[in-house]
């Protein structure tokens, strides 16, 4: 029986360390559209649709490697 008082004591400070804590800051990243399609193009006609990245976060977005599909 010793060891309850203990062992709620320990809880109890777990419990409130948590509840205290913030979340910590992260990007988020938002397309306005995820896909594009292409009207029939010529071989040879240049093409271009721009893509508006947003980031939603509170903390700064990088973007390292860009790939097309």
Known sequence: MRWIL???LA???VLA???GAEATP???IAFDESKY???PVVEGETVAHEFVVRNLGDAELEIFKVRTG
Do not use: D, N, R, Y
Request: proline fraction near 13%.
């Open 17 to 19: 360390g948590m509840a």
């Open 6 to 8: 203990p062992a709620v």
């Open 11 to 13: 809880l109890c400070m």
């Open 37 to 39: 399609a292409f009207s």
């Open 26 to 28: 992260a990007p988020k």
